[in-house]
């Protein structure tokens, strides 16, 4: 078999660079494996998960927002498992496929006991352009430097010369066609990302570019602020697409519960594997778990709030689906996150509107975190609003990030308030401010370490790569979207000495191989990767669990239904034990049986929780439209501000809530500093009640228009007293609170 | 108007904010910067900035292609490299360090509770003590710890014992390394100046006065800090492409015409240095015995030749500086080893791959340990030469008997690597440093952590006790970092007592057997958290070492600021008399 491929392979030298053939390196006319080929090498079969997969997204355009994005969701394993088993795993035969015929006809037929899953055949074989010498030159690190007056693609170790030959070699999964129908959805984000999702996993090839129209075609169709072919935030895309996922998921669980009749049983495990399944169409409500996206991502912020005028401490709770944390030079993610919730004088233009004592009063506040995310995204507000520039100004201010991390601003009721993080995925953007630049991720693979998304380039690096973003005057790459996700200390530790028996096997490697391997880039990263594969079991198992216990969470789908009011005000004593973790402490000492109970117990937990947590459900809810209401009342009364008023009238007719401004400076944009708290929160509490074009009109427009920061003030200052509190107006703070 | 800031032109200096690197070779400026942002106002009075001396980043070798528009994604590995830290020798016997009356004092004191310091314990006197004798002449008789005859590492060997026996016989004519660096052709070394008047200016030292060698970018420069051309370098030493990432001096050889240094390397190369007669030999050569590049090195305490360097790859590896190197082929001492290798679930945290006692000590290394294979950070040696502090990239931090080469505490960080570790003048606190932003007290008697220190706005890179200002219940801890800040902690035995108690019970309970080493972490609601006395941005850089000396502070940045902080003068410290008087009736 390698042996005819190998032959395939030097018929025709100049093609594309396919792995798994060892021949290969005799010919050397025959392109040479790139990093992520060789890491590929000896993969072993495919896996049903997807985990093993590692496609480039094409980009048409300034579209390396959605694209960095994207990847960063589909290598989180509980929400790529999430995605493709709401509201069933489809199995591929049912689901349409491009009639392209340039393309490679997609084999749903995994050649599971096929060694070499990648597959030349399904490859696509054009000859780049480029390749007139096909044998790539031998490497070192350092000379990646082209001489000048070349163009920067002739170079072979160009990053745009790497995507073209990604997108020659192929194959490229166009993702024009949708198969909304066959998952019973309409057409949302979420459809067309479960596409993108499904296809990569369904294709019998490990590597590949995903071309995704459909989901842009849909961003761009309900979002304005996106249609341009400007630069786009990649922090705005990510917040706007969990939204969006959460709305389309619930607003199918919400149809669904209307059909309850036919009830059959819905696969919630993640052991099918393809064409085992029955197409489950019909699964009932009951059955679905609509809120996963919620459990993945969200968390819940208390601000307590005490007026020094009656010494009262009101306590209220927020919904995050990420956070958003002020920079300082030379300082570390830990601190972004201390200072966040940083005591906080409410004084002056800013005082509080005190229930207790009635009127504007002095006050202070904080906000902690009550309720921990299993995935924490923390967006690093690097665009700042700049008043002596009137315009957004990109901060290139160091700040270190540690592959682990716990919070230290949890409340002191805050359940498992040690909670390890793991970082494991990093949006950098490349650029020298807010308006143009280029996103990539680099995120860590379940099995094959940390590997760099560079739009159709995908390639292995070295897990001090990661380190390389922390920013720095004259440092144009930097970390802006921060993912963590939920660990727990023995798989750190069992993690930490996988790769440590890598890196020795590496170096006695490197010590043999020093004369005959080319050192390429990133050869390091494929050494250490390749012997890597102890970590999968562990991990999977880790992940597996944590799955597991997402998806027999009770469904929340039919609490939407309840109306219900209940008074804000208990919400702050309805603390769900979600997710009921022991201390991390009784996590390391545990042994496999205890782990056990611990989960049973979590079950059972879980199952008492459900109810406290359709409570909580409900009063969020509640809380969303009160906060909507009196937005919409705010806005109302901030008519007279001029620059705003046409804009934010439309929107409160449609009666969708003009986030258009705040949501700017919240969501990557922090040029609103004093209101962008304000917008934060409500944003993301609103989305969750479906908003797809809160991004509204003019956003753009808003973006661009230095002179609207008075006018927010304005309207913000205006919004906040008839609220009954005042924000703090400033660009130094992040957080304000509005009470009701 | 928004200007695109200029692409970095020097990615491998360091700190990425660098000032583009210059094209000619420049010297060190000294500048004397005043106002209150140059002061440090603490309890104990206020801490004036003497002066800055900014070491000359050197440019790139003119064998290193100059990169002029770098790929801000390019994934090739570039070497580790690290800000500028310094090795301090004064000549002249150190006056009596108040850390020995501290110890008598611990030893009287009043905490009953405390059991019998751990210094107390190896009084057995060995032979080979008498090996350190003839030293005393070179200062070491002024040690802390003199008293206490520690064993030697390694003296139960016989064939380590023949090569160092040969040593102590003229204790005066030290043996110097066999090449010349100023004439060497070596590819490693790529160019050495010396001061013109060099020798005129090592007869001026003062003896009482520091020699201190510091290392910026590839160069490493030897400089007198109080001489008054204190910014003219003694030596510089520049090299090709590898970069001095640690360097330490031995205490036990130094004389006004001897100093040996050692120095490791980003390549793993290892040099021994004889500033004084420009002697050098390379040991490690082209990373033969291990090809991870140094993070730290230091004397073995009591040992003329032997020292102990930390590769990144994990390994502790004791070299000898009159040895040559070998092909390092694991001695199988220990049955861990193979623990390690088949058995990933169940790890072992220290490896013997080759014991001090070992047979076979012709050659270099005379030991090998690994710990994970995690990048080893910083280490540190007790005061009572027993003990060895180890932390790791991996958030371990290790508590070995060097001398028995066994591992007797494996703690972990609260999250993230450690950074860098440091031991109380009397033995019995150790403070880490980490990525955690938080300095964590370790008691090494109860075998736990006391507490965390949090007030870092990023990671801690560097920590120190002051001994000056230490006593046996009152502790003053320094500590650097990355947020270009000094803080000042003091810890009190007292104030973390009752915690301490009560936190004692619940780990002795959950461990009580001896051999059970892994502490887990403790989580954050039983630790004791201490507030900082003193936190002041002292640089405009990340901050990358700190050092306390009987009359200043040094700090210096990854940019090769070196800044040196008076202490409050005299009269300042009317108000804090009891301790000023300890300090001044030293003899």
């Given amino acids: ?740 | 108007m928004f200007v695109l800031p200029p692409p970095p032109r020097y990615p491998t200096g360091g700190y990425p904010g660098l000032p583009p690197g210059q094209v000619i070779e420049t010297n060190n400026t000294l500048t004397h910067p005043t106002g209150p942002e140059y002061q440090l106002v603490v309890g104990e009075g206020t801490y004036v900035l003497r002066d800055d001396l900014h070491l000359a980043t050197p440019p790139p070798h003119p064998s290193e292609a100059p990169i002029h528009n770098p790929n801000p994604l390019a994934t090739d590995i570039k070497p580790p490299t690290c800000g500028t830290k310094l090795s301090l020798v004064a000549l002249a016997p150190r006056q009596p360090s108040h850390s020995q009356l501290h110890r008598f004092s611990t030893r009287n004191s009043t905490r009953s509770q405390v059991p019998p310091s751990i210094q107390e314990s190896p009084h057995e006197s060995h032979s080979q003590a008498s090996d350190t004798g003839p030293h005393g002449i070179n200062g070491f008789a002024s040690s802390p710890l003199d008293g206490l005859h520690t064993p030697v590492f390694g003296e139960g060997n016989a064939a380590l014992a023949v090569i160092n026996g040969k040593d102590s016989k003229d204790p005066l004519k030290r043996r110097k390394p066999k090449n010349n660096i100023v004439k060497s052709n070596s590819s490693f070394v790529s160019r050495v100046i010396p001061h013109e008047s060099l020798s005129k200016r090592l007869q001026e030292h003062n003896p009482n006065g520091h020699y201190a060698f510091a290392n910026v970018n590839r160069a490493l420069q030897w400089l007198d800090l109080t001489s008054p051309t204190k910014e003219e370098h003694l030596t510089k030493i520049l090299f090709t492409k590898a970069h001095a990432l640690c360097h330490d001096i031995n205490q036990i050889t130094k004389g006004p015409n001897h100093l040996d240094i050692v120095m490791g390397f980003s390549t793993g190369d290892i040099i021994w240095y004889e500033p004084m007669s420009q002697k050098y030999t390379r040991i490690n050569k082209n990373g033969v015995i291990n090809a991870n590049p140094v993070s730290d090195v230091r004397w073995l305490p009591n040992s003329e030749n032997l020292f102990l360097a930390a590769h990144t790859d994990g390994s502790l590896v004791v070299y000898d500086k009159e040895k040559e190197d070998a092909l390092f082929v694991a001695e199988e001492f220990s049955p861990s080893a193979e623990d390690v290798m088949s058995d990933a679930g169940k790890k072992t945290h220290l490896t013997i791959k080759k014991s001090v006692n070992s047979k076979n000590q012709k050659a270099n290394p005379v030991s090998y340990w690994q710990t994970s294979s995690s990048k080893i950070n910083a280490f540190e040696l007790s005061p009572d030469r027993r003990h060895l502090a180890v932390v790791s990239e991996d958030g371990s931090f290790r508590i070995i008997d060097f001398l028995k080469e066994k591992l007797l505490h494996y703690f972990m960080s609260y999250y993230g690597g450690f950074t860098c570790v440091c031991w109380s003048p009397d033995g019995r606190y150790i403070v880490t440093g980490g990525q955690d932003d938080l300095l964590s007290i370790w008691s090494l008697e109860d075998r736990m952590l006391v507490a965390r220190c949090q007030g870092h706005n990023s990671w801690v890179t560097g920590v120190q006790f002051d001994p000056w200002r230490c006593d046996e219940r009152n502790y003053r801890i320094g500590s650097v970092g990355e947020d270009c800040r000094l803080l000042l902690w003091d810890f009190s035995v007292d104030s973390t007592a009752n915690r301490l108690r009560s936190n004692s019970n619940l780990t002795s309970a959950s461990m009580p057997d001896e051999e059970e080493v892994i502490h887990q972490v403790e989580p954050r609601a039983r630790t004791a958290m201490l507030p900082p006395v003193l936190a002041k941005t002292v640089d405009e850089h990340p901050v990358a070492w700190l050092g306390f000396e009987e009359d200043c502070i040094l700090t210096s940045c990854k940019s090769g600021h070196i800044r040196t902080w008076d202490r409050p003068k005299e009269g300042a410290t009317n108000d804090d008399s009891g301790r000023s008087t300890t300090s001044t009736s030293n003899p």
């Fill in chain 1, 1 to 740: 078999m390698t042996s005819f491929f190998g032959r395939l392979k030097s018929g025709n030298a100049p093609t594309s660079p396919a792995a798994g053939t060892t021949p290969l390196k005799k010919d050397p006319n025959a392109p040479e494996a790139t990093p992520l080929e060789k890491l590929l090498l000896n993969a072993g079969p495919l896996r049903g998960d997807g985990s093993d997969k590692f496609f480039g997204f094409e980009n048409f355009g300034s579209t390396s927002y959605c694209n960095s994005i994207v990847q960063c969701l589909y290598y989180s394993v509980p929400f790529r498992d999430q995605v493709i088993n709401f509201p069933a795993r489809s199995p591929p035969e049912a689901l349409e496929r491009p009639t392209s015929s340039s393309l490679p006809k997609i084999n749903t037929n995994l050649p599971n006991g096929q060694s070499s899953a990648l597959s030349p055949t399904g490859r696509n074989s054009m000859s780049s352009p480029n390749s007139r010498t096909p044998a790539k030159p031998a490497t070192t690190p350092g000379a990646t430097n082209g001489a000048p007056g070349t163009k920067p693609e002739d170079n072979k170790d160009s990053p745009e010369y790497k995507k073209k030959q990604a997108l020659a070699a192929g194959p490229v999964l166009q993702m024009d066609y949708e198969n909304a129908n066959a998952y019973g959805m309409n057409e949302s984000l979420f459809s067309s990302l479960k596409d993108i999702f499904e296809a990569v996993i369904a294709h019998r090839s490990r590597i590949g570019v995903v071309s995704p129209h459909k989901l842009l075609e849909i961003l761009r169709r309900d979002n304005e602020m996106f249609r341009t072919p400007m630069h786009q935030d990649a922090h705005e895309f990510l917040n706007l697409l969990l939204n969006e996922v959460v709305e389309n998921v619930e607003q199918f669980s919400k149809s669904r519960v209307t059909e309850v009749g036919e009830s059959e049983q819905s696969e919630n495990g993640l052991t099918v594997t393809a064409g085992e399944v029955v197409p489950d169409r019909s699964s009932t409500a009951s059955h679905l778990n609509s809120g996963w996206v919620h459990e993945l991502f969200e968390g819940t912020l208390t601000s307590e709030t005490r007026c020094l005028t009656c010494e009262n401490t009101s306590q209220r709770d927020e919904a995050f689906l990420d956070l958003s944390v002020d920079l300082e030079q030379h300082s570390s993610v830990t601190s972004c996150l201390r200072k966040f919730s940083e005591e906080e004088m409410l004084c002056e233009r800013n005082k509080f509107h005190c229930d207790n004592c009635g009127g504007l009063q002095e006050a202070e506040k904080r906000m902690k975190i009550k309720r921990l995310p299993k995935i924490l995204a923390l967006h690093l507000k690097r665009f700042k609003y700049t008043e002596d520039l009137q315009r957004l100004q990109k901060l290139f201010h160091r700040v270190v990030y540690p592959f682990y991390l716990r919070l230290f601003n949890t409340t002191d009721d805050a359940e498992d308030p040690d909670r390890l993080y793991e970082l494991y995925a990093v949006v950098v953007h490349i650029g020298g401010g807010p308006y143009h630049g280029h996103y990539v991720s680099i995120i860590k693979t379940q099995d094959r370490g940390w590997l760099l998304f560079d739009d159709e380039m995908v390639e292995p690096v070295d897990k001090a790569y990661v380190r390389n973003f922390f920013g720095g005057e004259g440092v144009l790459a930097c970390a802006y979207v921060l993912f963590y996700q939920e660990t727990t200390e023995e798989a750190m530790m069992k993690e930490q000495e996988a790769e440590g028996l890598a890196a020795a096997k590496q170096a006695t490697e490197m010590t043999e191989e020093t004369v005959t391997t080319p050192k390429a880039n990133g050869t390091n990263g494929y050494h250490h990767h390749t012997y890597n594969a102890q970590t999968p079991t562990v991990e999977e198992e880790d992940q597996f669990a944590s799955l597991n216990h997402a998806a027999t969470a009770p469904p929340l789908a039919h609490v939407q239904t309840n109306t219900e009011h209940h008074p804000v005000e208990h919400v702050s004593t309805n603390v769900p034990p979600l997710g009921a973790k022991k201390s991390n402490l009784m996590l390391f000492k545990k042994s496999n049986k205890e782990d056990k109970e611990r989960k049973a117990a979590e079950k059972e937990l879980e199952k008492q929780a459900v109810q406290k947590r359709k409570e909580m459900e409900t009063q969020r809810r509640e809380n969303y439209r009160r906060q909507e209401e009196e937005l919409r009342a705010a806005l109302a009364a901030s008519k007279e501000s001029a620059t705003l008023e046409e804009r934010k009238r439309v929107n409160g007719e449609n009666g969708e809530p003009s986030t258009t401004a705040d949501g700017k400076g919240t969501n990557g944009f922090g040029s609103v500093k004093g209101v962008s708290g304000l917008s934060r929160f409500r944003h993301t509490s609103m989305s969750l009640k479906g908003k797809p074009k809160f991004w509204g009109a003019g956003k753009d427009k808003d973006k661009h228009d230095t002179t609207d920061d008075t006018s927010h003030a304005d309207s913000e200052d205006k919004s906040d007293e008839k609220e009954g509190s005042k924000n703090r107006f400033s660009l130094g703070r992040k957080k304000s609170t509005f009470k009701f």
